[in-house]
C-alpha cells in the first residue's frame, strides 16, 4: 500500500499532512508514504525531520491578478502535473491526499488523469483554489471548519500532532515552565506569530514589556528566526523569555495559561485540542480566512479576537492584562475552547484514506496512462 500526501508550500499545509502520515503508520506500518512539495517550500526542512521521503515538483504559484506572469502559467502548470504523474507512478500511489497550496493543484489533475483516487482535506474556513478544483474531482472531501464550503465536504477537524492531541497541560505545566525558565507560581502569555514570527505582535509586546513585569505576568514569545530581536536572560522577577523558534509547541502550550497568536487554521486547531485560551490577532491581508478560523472559539467564550491595527501596548494593558489576572475567568475560557476542540482528526481522515485504498482500485488504468501528456 502507497499513500502521497500533496502539502508543501506553509506550515499550515505541511502539518495536518504529517499528522495524517503519523496516524496511518501507527495504524499500518506497512503503508509507503510519500510527500509531494516542491524546494520552495518549509517542506525541505519539516518532512524530512519527521522521516518521511519527499518528491519535488516544479512550484507554480498563480497570480493573483491580471498580469503578464498568467501567460507563462500553463505551460508550467503542465510540467508540474508530468512531474506529479511521473512522482505517482514511481511510488506507486493507491491515493492521493491533498491538503490545498500550489502543490496540490498539478497533484490533484495528475491524480486524475493517472486514476489515483483522491481525498481532499481544506483546514481553513475560506477554500482555495486548489481544493476548490480538488472537490470536483471527488467525493472524499473533508474539512476543519463546519462552515466550510465544498462540494461533497464531511468536517471532521484539523489533524495535528498526537503529543499535542493527548497533551494534559496542567499534568505537563511545571516540567514545561522549569524548561524555558519560567517560575511555576505566576501566570505566563504565550506570543507567537507562527513559524516565521509576526512583526506587529512582537513590537506590541515588547513595547508592553514593563506592564507585564509590573503586574507579575510572565511570557514566553516566541519572536520568529528572522525577526531580528536579540534573544536575551530572562528577568529574574517576572521572566520575560524570548526564543526564536520553539520545535517543541506541545511544552510551549503547557507552560502557558494564555496565548497572544494568529488565526491560521492550524493554530486555531491546536489551541482549542489542548484548551489554551486565546486573542487571536488576524492577518490584515488575503481573503478573511484567520478571522473566520477564529470567530467560532470567540462565540463560545474561548478567545477574543483583535484586529491588527487595533493591537497596541495600550490594548494589551488595557484590555488583555486584566483577564490574565483574573484566573476563574482564564479557567472559563480554557474550558470553553476546550468544548470545540477535535482531538481525533488525524485518525478520522486516516480511517477515511484506508477505506479509500480499500475500495475499488483503478490504479492499472491510471498506469496505462503514465508518460501521456495532459
Not at 524530512?48 to 516544479?58: F, S, T, V
Not at 493507491?94 to 482535506?121: R, S
Not at 505582535?201 to 528566526?225: D, F, K, S, T, Y
Not at 472559563?332 to 476542540?341: D, H, K, N, Y
Request: positive net charge; hydrophobic residues 45%; charged residues 20%.
Amino acid at each position: 500500500m502507497s499513500v502521497m500526501l500533496a502539502g508543501g508550500g506553509t506550515a499550515g499545509h505541511i502539518e495536518p499532512a504529517l499528522a495524517l502520515a503519523d496516524a496511518l503508520r501507527r495504524a499500518d506500518q506497512r503503508i509507503a508514504i510519500t510527500c509531494l512539495g516542491t524546494e520552495r517550500g518549509l517542506e525541505t526542512r519539516l518532512i524530512p525531520n519527521r522521516g518521511y521521503d519527499l518528491a519535488l515538483i516544479p512550484a507554480v504559484p498563480l497570480p493573483r491578478s491580471l498580469t503578464p506572469r498568467l501567460l507563462s502559467v500553463p505551460g508550467r502548470l503542465a510540467e508540474a502535473v508530468r512531474a506529479a504523474g511521473a512522482a505517482l507512478d514511481q511510488c506507486g500511489a493507491d491515493v492521493l491526499v491533498g491538503f490545498g497550496g500550489y502543490v496540490a493543484t498539478p497533484a490533484y489533475l495528475a491524480a486524475k488523469w493517472h486514476g489515483v483516487p483522491i481525498v481532499v482535506h481544506e483546514a481553513n474556513s475560506r477554500p482555495g483554489l486548489a481544493n476548490r478544483l480538488g472537490a470536483r474531482l471527488t467525493t472524499n472531501v473533508f474539512t476543519g471548519q463546519p462552515v466550510t464550503k465544498l462540494a461533497h465536504a464531511t468536517c471532521i477537524g484539523i489533524p495535528i500532532r498526537r503529543e499535542l492531541a493527548g497533551l494534559d497541560r496542567l499534568a505537563l505545566s511545571d516540567k514545561a515552565r522549569a524548561g524555558f525558565g519560567l517560575r511555576p507560581d505566576l501566570p505566563v502569555l504565550l506570543v507567537t506569530g507562527g513559524s516565521q514570527g509576526a512583526r506587529s505582535l512582537n513590537q506590541a509586546v515588547l513595547a508592553a514589556a514593563g506592564w507585564l513585569r509590573e503586574a507579575a505576568v510572565q511570557v514566553l514569545h516566541i519572536v520568529g528566526p528572522r525577526s531580528g530581536i536579540d534573544v536575551g536572560p530572562p528577568a529574574p522577577d517576572a521572566p520575560y523569555v524570548t526564543v526564536p523558534y520553539v520545535d517543541r509547541m506541545d511544552l510551549a502550550y503547557a507552560a502557558a495559561d494564555f496565548a497572544l497568536v494568529r488565526g491560521g487554521a492550524m493554530t486555531c486547531a491546536e489551541l482549542t485540542a489542548v484548551g489554551l485560551p486565546a486573542v487571536y490577532v488576524p492577518l490584515p491581508h488575503g481573503n478573511g480566512e484567520q478571522r473566520l478560523n477564529a470567530v467560532p472559539i470567540e462565540r463560545v467564550g474561548g478567545g477574543i479576537i483583535v484586529a491588527d491595527a487595533d493591537l497596541s501596548p495600550a490594548w494589551i494593558r488595557d484590555t488583555l492584562l486584566p483577564v490574565l489576572l483574573d484566573p476563574e475567568l482564564v479557567a472559563a475560557m480554557s474550558e470553553a475552547a476546550a468544548s470545540i476542540g477535535r482531538r481525533d482528526a488525524d485518525q478520522r481522515l486516516a480511517a477515511e484514506v484506508l477505506r479509500v485504498m480499500a475500495g475499488p482500485r483503478r490504479r492499472t488504468a491510471g498506469r496505462r496512462t503514465a508518460g501521456r501528456r495532459p
